[in-house]
């Protein structure tokens, strides 16, 4: 009797996980440009963006600011489509309970909490606070040019 043997190959894919600070977000779908290529490659599910309700709501509250409504108004763009489809992009996790960490701005510990709890490979900021601080818990904080190379996302 013969037997065969038969390989199964299994292709396991990492996709790295990010958490955006609200600025960044905010960038990234007012005005698109570097931030804006992270929004395209998640929704290429070449990466995977994290946010939470405190994220989403602080995120929420300014693109919803008169000088930003009027701005894309006049660009034919409505902010709660913009904020909608972000929130839709976005896996949603409950903030981590930390100790307080950027004493300087202690609302920036939010951005940190998502990390920790999404498990996030990167924290992508413009933020000095958490730039200055480098990683938190072993999770790097990156400029969205920084992730980009890091990546090897293409910046079109």
């Known amino acids: 009797m013969r037997f065969k043997l038969r390989l199964t190959l299994i292709v396991l894919r990492f ?3 990010l958490v955006l600070d ?27 963006l994290f946010s939470s309700t405190p994220l989403l709501a602080e ?3 300014v693109i919803t600011r008169d000088k930003f409504t009027k701005n894309l108004e ?3 763009l409505n902010a709660q489509v913009l904020f909608a489809g972000y929130a839709s ?18 609302s920036d510990d939010a951005v940190l909490a998502c990390a920790l709890a999404a498990r996030a490979d990167f924290i992508i900021s413009g933020d000095a606070h958490l730039l ?14 920084q992730a980009l190379s890091t990546l090897g996302i293409a910046n079109s």
């Open 132 to 145: 200055d601080l480098k990683q938190f818990q072993s999770i790097p904080t990156l400029t969205a040019t």
């Open 89 to 106: 992009l976005v896996h949603t996790v409950e903030p981590a309970h930390i100790s307080p960490t950027i004493t300087r701005d202690p």
């Open 22 to 48: 609200s600025n960044t977000a905010l960038s990234a779908l007012i005005w698109q440009g570097v931030p804006g290529q992270l929004i395209k490659a998640a929704r290429r599910g070449e990466i995977e």
């Open 74 to 76: 006049l660009r034919g």
């Open 59 to 61: 995120l929420y509250g």
């Open 15 to 17: 996709v790295v996980r």
